[in-house]
């Protein structure tokens, strides 16, 4: 699932070695060889914004930026969790920018997304109830910070990407915007929109040398899945420790959570340039779960 805004420490991932600028689109050099486990980038000189930074896939992504020399905007309604991210991100090639946003502020969130080179929408928030018991409130303010908003995000980014004919937008999306799940009627409606805006971006972007993409992670060990035991337990009238192999895992052919620093590199793989005709496209990271 996307990340939510706040989590704990996140190790920075060890910091790829500049191979080539990161102006154009183009094979990397022969003698190019990646930190074990990492994508091979270098982003120097090139300006990220991330959204729900603070914590989980949104940490996890800000931190592998910057360590491929990005100078990342870092947006989070949580500031001390901004305020650690920054901390973790001392000594990396890039820079963490932290900016305290609520992604409510539609106006403020556009804004914010002016000159960025990469947008990773990735902020977003859960409630496990039943579609007769959803508050109405929360329906609303889930598609709010996990649709709207990035539509405002891109729409704020897009300027900037097209007048220099290249931009990379990857939208933290999860195997519930190609899947449904009970009792999670906000959040799988706001993953698939999200599915179709991105794809509606591709289409839009293609000439403009942009390309947008969803990346599917299955369960992320985040503290978003961790809230979502409890709950999970309350709707389905099940010990909170059968939650994880009952349910959030029952589908998956892998019975692991994936840890949010594997969808970081499937998120810095899409800024590539071997990534570079990947367009429109959903990513799974699902262990299997879309296989049935």
Known sequence: MSAPTTSG??????PAPP???PAADHAQGPGAVAAPGSVLLDLTGRTALVTGAAGGIGRACALRLAAAGATVRAVDRAADGLAALAEAADGLPGAVEPQTLDLTDLDAAEQAAAGADILVNNAGLQL???????PPDVFHTVLTVML???FRLIRGALPHMYAQGWGRIV?????HGLRASAFKSAYVAAKHGLEGLSKTA?????????TSNCVNPGYVRTPLVERQIAD???AHGIPPERVLTDVLLKDSALKRLIEPEDVAEAVLYLCTPQASFITGASLTLDGG???H
């Open 202 to 210: 591709a289409l839009e972007g293609a000439p403009h040398g942009v």
């Open 148 to 150: 709207e908003a990035p």
């Open 9 to 14: 420490p996140v190790p920075a991932q060890v």
């Open 171 to 175: 939208n933290v999306s999860s195997v």
């Open 19 to 21: 191979v080539q600028p």
């Open 232 to 234: 999970q337990a309350a």
């Open 289 to 291: 779960w879309t296989a």
């Open 128 to 134: 496990v109830r039943p579609i007769e018991e959803f």
